[in-house]
């Protein structure tokens, strides 16, 4: 059964005063409050339920406006967010030598075709096509200090430059292929003609790539002086062109390495257990027919974060990427099963050091979990860009506020592990705001209202709802 919210949840009332200057009246700043406490306390997460929930907040009409029409700016929400993270975690941070930034992507998706940008998306876990959006964050990570600080949304070559319709008035008896080889085929051979169109022009220009977008994104948090000198991302985001931005800015980097990339064969030696050099035919090898060469003596158990791995390291060149410090993974000492083979920059670190950095990657995972799982990351119903792009605004602002909770009160400045869980987080909002409903009934009574009229002044919002179920 769901309850009537008869205040703003304790952490928002704590944290939201920070971006009052930022809303140009209450009533905005009342939106922002309440939306806020809704994320974090109701299961169900529209706007309508959270303008039915919360006594105090408007109807939906006006709810929907706050992301529709009020003039308040997503952009500065979240410059005033990250600002205020940084001044709020300042004793509690590593060294920015030790301090992270994770790049990766997530699947915000949908049923209906009716949002604004929404297109299909390959799901890499699911190996299917949903109409989804596809969301591009960085997440700072240092120690146990961890928060989103950017999103950025990937549009599809299709349908940010609207290629089907420039193909069917340029091309109007031509059918399009849907098998993905005969369409990139036919991309060739229509594409030429379309670049001749000004306006298709314009929109091929604006069309970035996932890879262009972490380069903002690393970019954008460089801008705002985030203290890290590591950057994190999976395989996909491992080109030429993202380690040569890395390597212009003076950063370090790990990142996981698909298994069929190339090494070099010329670039380093592999001895078996004997030490005698393995040779290797052709100038090179992928990194899957490396694993199986490398004997098992050369691996040797690292403890990182309380779980056994048997490593081995070694420097290679990969094309496009130069000199990087190869390590293989096991968590087992039979090396069965899967491994996981990194790469990083920094060619003098040891096996530890780069398995260790790596592993910082993982709050980005949790991240996205509790975004979806709990304050509606993907939730939104909101049709239009601006709509839905501030509902991520406030999802991230909500979770930065529970994170703040989640922090031990007694500063430590190395410490990894938190007080609680996001979840935990939630449900003690979700209490304190139950026992504020409490005491707000008892008020009545003392008052004098009978329990009927108590039940009726407060659960009228809800009525509604009830007589539908």
């Known amino acids: ?39 974090m306390t109701l299961e169900n ?18 709810l ?31 060294s920015a030598a030790r301090s992270c930034l994770i790049i990766d992507d997530t699947l915000c998706e949908h049923v209906g075709s009716l949002f604004e940008h929404i297109d299909r998306h390959y799901n890499h876990g699911e190996g299917t096509y949903p109409l989804a959006h596809n969301l591009v964050t960085s997440h700072f990570v240092s120690g146990g200090v961890r928060f989103p600080v950017m999103a950025l949304l990937y549009r599809r070559y299709e349908e940010m430059t609207e290629w089907v319709s420039f193909v069917a008035k340029h091309f109007p008896d031509r059918e399009i292929p849907t098998a993905k080889k005969a369409r990139t085929a036919f991309h060739k051979e229509v594409d030429p003609t379309l670049l001749e169109d000004p306006n298709f022009l314009k929109l091929h220009k604006e069309f970035k790539t996932k890879l262009a977008l972490a380069a903002e994104l690393i970019a954008d948090a460089l801008k705002r002086n985030l203290p890290f000198k590591i950057v994190l991302f999976d395989g996909w985001y491992l080109s030429g062109d993202l380690v040569e931005t890395l390597a212009t800015n003076q950063l370090d980097w790990v990142s ?16 078996d257990a004997q030490k005698k050099k393995i040779n290797l035919d052709g100038a090179h090898i992928k990194v899957e027919d490396l694993v199986p060469l490398i004997p098992t003596s050369a691996f040797h158990k690292e403890t990182v974060n309380g779980r056994d791995y048997w490593v081995f390291a070694i420097n290679v060149r990969v094309p496009d990427l130069g000199k990087v410090r190869l390590v293989v993974s096991f968590d087992n000492p039979e090396l069965t099963g899967t491994y996981a083979a990194l790469v990083s920059n920094r060619a003098d670190w040891s096996a530890r050091q780069v398995l260790e950095t790596y592993l910082q990657r993982w709050p980005i995972e949790t991240f996205y979990q509790d975004g979806k799982g709990h304050l509606g990351l993907d939730e939104y119903r909101m049709r239009c860009a601006e709509a839905f792009q501030k509902h991520w605004c406030l999802v991230f602002t909500a979770y930065s506020f529970l994170h703040l ?65």
């Not at 997460?45 to 006006?62: E, G």
């Not at 996981?256 to 001895?271: D, G, H, M, P, Y």
């Not at 922090?407 to 504020?436: F, H, M, W, Y």
């Not at 009934?441 to 004098?448: C, E, I, K, T």
Request: hydrophobic share 35%; proline share 4%; net charge positive.
């Open 256 to 271: 996981v390495i698909k298994k069929n990339r190339n090494l070099e064969t010329a670039s380093f030696t592999l001895r």
């Open 405 to 469: 909770d989640c922090l031990d009160a007694t500063p430590v400045k190395d410490a990894t592990k938190l007080l609680k869980t996001i979840g935990d987080a939630c449900r003690n909002q979700s209490r304190a705001l139950t026992e504020r409903l409490l005491i707000q009934a008892h008020d009545f009574l003392r008052a004098g209202y009978s329990i009927t009229n108590v039940c009726s002044r407060l659960f009228a919002k809800l009525q509604p709802q009830w007589g539908t179920a």
């Open 1 to 39: 059964m769901q309850i009537p919210i008869v205040e703003v949840a304790p952490v928002v009332l704590q944290h939201a005063p920070a971006f009052r200057d930022l809303f140009e009246n209450r009533r905005q700043y009342a939106h922002f409050e309440n939306y806020l406490t809704g994320l």
């Open 64 to 94: 929907s406006r706050f992301f529709s029409e009020s003039p308040w700016d997503a952009e500065e929400v979240n410059d005033r967010r990250v600002s205020y993270l940084v001044e709020q975690t300042a004793n509690r941070r590593r």
């Open 45 to 62: 997460k529209t706007l309508s339920n959270i303008s039915r929930s919360v006594i105090r907040s408007a109807d939906k009409t006006n």
